[in-house]
């Protein structure tokens, strides 16, 4: 696609209950990011995945939390048994290559917003 | 310690006039890039500009410049000439030089409002 898509944009969810974010990034992009942003603040990195590959997940808060991009396309953000925490938008952004440079600028999308109750 | 630190909460501009935007950041690598990002009240993150750290002149873009001061650590943003459309958060990101594929650390942002 010409962006990064993101779905749902919006989302409520009681607390307990599971939910599952998707991007899709733009096509061929080998690299994916999912970031966390809480109101008012900046992004916080969550994963990251090099084609189908997750290489860092480093800033998954809890185990509750789950990433996957089994074909290296879409990728699914799950977060099991939500807290009222958990509440923020969640940015999905990718990039051309995998590697470090300066010409390797990361798209983001949308962001899905989460709002556990 | 903050990697990337946005001393200006918010801060007000006046309609075709220049505003500069603070950002100091820290870090041990020799190799790393700085990026500025917009994030309109639409939510989607936008790429301004880039500087890498060898880079010897200062980055432009159309109406940002990047005002690069590698011994001082800072890397602020001057939008030059505002329009309203420019209201919006700004956000300073950092890539380190081992960072995977271009993983960015942000800021806290600066949000700005252009008056008519």
């Known amino acids: 696609g010409a962006g990064v898509s993101q779905s749902p944009r919006y989302k409520v969810a009681k607390r307990g209950q599971d939910v599952a974010l998707r991007c899709d990034p733009i096509s061929g992009h080998v690299s994916l990011f999912w970031y966390q942003q809480a109101l008012g603040q900046g992004p916080e990195f969550l994963t990251y995945?090099?084609?189908?590959?997750?290489?860092?997940k480093s800033g998954l808060p809890s185990d509750r939390f789950f990433a996957e991009r089994p074909e290296g396309s879409v990728s699914t953000l799950k977060i099991q048994r939500t807290q009222q925490e958990d509440s923020a938008v969640y940015l999905c952004?990718?990039?051309?290559?995998?590697?470090?440079?300066?010409?390797?600028?990361?798209?983001f999308g949308a962001g899905s917003r989460l709002t556990v109750l | 310690a903050q990697k990337i630190t946005q001393t200006q909460p918010g801060m007000f501009v006046q309609e075709k006039e220049a505003v500069t935007l603070d950002c100091t950041y820290d870090?041990?690598?020799?190799?790393?890039?700085l990026f500025w990002y917009k994030q309109p009240s639409s939510g989607e993150m936008i790429f301004l500009i880039y500087q890498g750290s060898y880079d010897e002149q200062n980055a432009t873009e159309g109406r940002y410049s990047l005002n690069f001061q590698k011994a001082r650590k800072s890397a602020n943003l001057v939008i030059s000439a505002s329009q309203l459309g420019d209201s919006a958060m700004y956000f300073c990101a950092m890539r380190e030089g081992r960072a995977a594929g271009n993983k960015l650390t942000f800021g806290g942002g600066t949000r700005v409002l252009v008056k008519p």
């Open positions: 952004a990718s990039s051309p290559q995998g590697h470090s440079s300066g010409a390797n600028v990361l798209t």
């Open positions: 995945f090099q084609n189908e590959a997750q290489l860092d």
């Open positions: 870090t041990s690598d020799q190799s790393y890039g």
